[in-house]
């Protein structure tokens, strides 16, 4: 049977198209709180119907899919797995594009050579200075795919307190420049994410780590508390 769309599949099903099938076949691991989901679900259509009848999509939603998550160490999403002759051969991390994934496809096929893995620049943390400002369209990209901790102000322009915390935020940029990324998000303009993290007072302040949130304040808080939060993560 050939697919021209993403196939859906879950930890009871995804053995049989990765593992035991006879086309090569992307894992895609991905999550109902993924940043641009339209996005991704666009590229994964335009992908599967471009290579119907030589590849395989499959899409695994992180909720239903836990013991494959674990099987393969998927500590992202959305992250895309490559297997050929049911081994994994190579694997992806980020939101991707149509032309961003046809150098993986041809790899997978057997017709060009495995790409070259660049980080992007944006999950570097800036060497010092000012607080990284991040939008709903790159929050995965910069915060949850930075290879150092994460501090992530969430603020609004109208909110008293967060104008308090924001020369600590400030300072701490410049402290941590290089060890840490040291960001902003206004939840007025970037709702999608503050959603996706229930931040629902502000200004309140999340920790990352590996992608995953490990610890969170809420209201204004003394630089040393915010400072001692992120160095135990460093």
């Not at 795919?145 to 701490?172: K, N, Q, Y």
Request: charged share 20%; proline share 7%; glycine share 8%.
């Amino acid at each position: 049977m050939q697919f021209d769309t993403p196939v859906n599949v879950n930890d009871s099903s995804y053995e049989r198209l990765l593992l035991q099938g006879s086309l090569p076949a992307v894992g895609v691991f991905w999550s109902s709180q993924t940043t641009s989901r339209d996005q991704l679900n666009l590229v994964l259509d335009q992908v599967a119907s471009a290579y119907a009848g030589k590849a395989l999509i499959v899409k695994l939603d992180l909720a239903e899919a836990s013991r494959a998550q674990a099987q393969f160490s998927v500590d992202s999403s959305p992250q895309f797995l490559f297997f050929r002759d049911g081994k994994l051969i190579a694997r992806a991390k980020g939101m991707p594009s149509v032309e961003a994934l046809e150098p993986w496809m041809h790899y997978l096929l057997g017709e060009g050579p495995r790409p070259v893995t660049r980080r992007p620049t944006q999950t570097e943390p800036p060497s010092g200075g000012h607080p990284v400002v991040v939008t709903d369209s790159d929050f995965d990209q910069v915060v949850l795919s930075a290879r150092t901790p994460a501090l992530v102000d969430f603020w609004a322009s109208w909110c008293g307190p967060c104008r308090m915390v924001a020369p600590i935020v400030e300072s701490l940029a410049g402290e941590f420049g290089g060890r840490a990324v040291i960001a902003k998000v206004d939840v007025d303009a970037n709702p999608r994410t503050a959603q996706r993290y229930g931040v629902q007072s502000i200004p309140t302040i999340i920790y990352f780590q590996n992608g995953r949130e490990v610890d969170r304040v809420v209201g204004v808080q003394q630089i040393e508390i915010l400072r001692q939060k992120l160095q135990g993560l460093i």
